[in-house]
């Protein structure tokens, strides 16, 4: 059964997330899952507890939400959310388009008891991505995600850092291409393609 050895990767997940932040009991574990993650919700609720009996998971609440299929269309650029089974651009109907989001299954958030929660440990950046990319191997069929994941980790990494930079330099694009090390016309490009709103006269 797959659903239980993503259980037990998560119980894995959950047990390092509780000793890094004091050693308490998981109270309640939120998840986030694909329609195309190849994890069925009702068989995770399932094979959880028999994967967290006698783990400091065990008798937590676990709480799973349904993402939705978003798609990139290369004919328009639009994003928008795509049945899993008819994976067209939701603005022109186009079929030549790219999954963005919708095979993942992530680790939202988790609820620790107060009674021994400690201070976080800060998590160095390379274990947090290590972290989530262990769930999401995990969380697909023989842990292989479907092609491109390259692509689509890289730009869960530079959406946030052009956006945050783009924030501390007020919009200014050729201040943030300087802090980044980025050409200007290259940062412009990503701005582009990773759809990242520009706010301008700010700075
Ligand atoms: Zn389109």
């Known amino acids: 059964m797959h659903e239980l050895a993503v259980c037990q990767a998560l119980v894995q997940q959950l047990e390092a997330v509780s000793a890094a932040n004091g050693g308490g009991r998981v109270e309640l574990a939120r998840l986030r899952v694909g329609p195309l993650s190849g994890v069925e919700a009702a ?108 692509d689509r980790v890289i730009a869960e990494v530079e959406r946030p850092l052009i956006r945050l930079t783009l924030a501390a330099t007020r919009g200014n694009q050729i201040k943030a291409a300087a802090v980044l090390g980025l050409n200007r016309n290259t940062l412009r490009k990503k701005i582009r393609e990773l759809e990242i709103p520009v706010v301008r006269g700010l700075g």
């Open 43 to 150: 068989l995770l609720r399932h094979a959880f507890p028999l994967a967290s009996a006698g783990s400091i998971a065990e008798g937590a609440e676990l709480v799973i939400e349904t993402a939705s299929v978003v798609v990139h269309c290369s004919e328009c650029g639009a994003r928008t959310d795509a049945a899993p089974n008819r994976m067209l651009c939701g603005a022109c109907n186009s079929f030549r388009v790219r999954m963005v989001s919708g095979d993942e299954m992530m680790l939202e958030s988790v609820e620790l008891s107060a009674a021994t929660a400690a201070p976080a440990e800060p998590e160095s950046m390379a274990q947090s991505v290590e972290r989530h990319l262990r769930a999401y191997f995990a969380s697909h069929k023989d842990g292989l995600p479907a092609s491109g994941v390259y």
